[in-house]
């Protein structure tokens, strides 16, 4: 299994999330979005900067690049 941040991803892939590194007040925040460990995210915009746009529950929310290279998922 490969896995890589969420920060990493091209748009239109899909993924796992597998979990977070360096855990902290914001993790709280993921698990209302809905972000929590076995979600298949897609992602639908992701530029080279900026936030990363992905879609979960067919809703899609914008994550900023600090707390997405926190995100660890595996690639589907």
Known sequence: MIQ???E???PGKRAK???YMKGGGW????????LTP???IEVVANY??????????GVEIAIGR???RR??????
């Open 71 to 76: 995100i660890i998922v595996e690639p589907l």
């Open 4 to 6: 890589s941040s969420l």
């Open 27 to 34: 993790t709280y925040r993921l698990y209302q979005m809905g």
């Open 48 to 57: 080279g900067k900026g936030p990363i746009i992905v879609r979960v529950m």
């Open 17 to 19: 999330i597998v979990g």
């Open 8 to 10: 990493s991803l091209p």
């Open 38 to 40: 076995g979600a298949v």
């Open 66 to 68: 600090g707390i997405a």
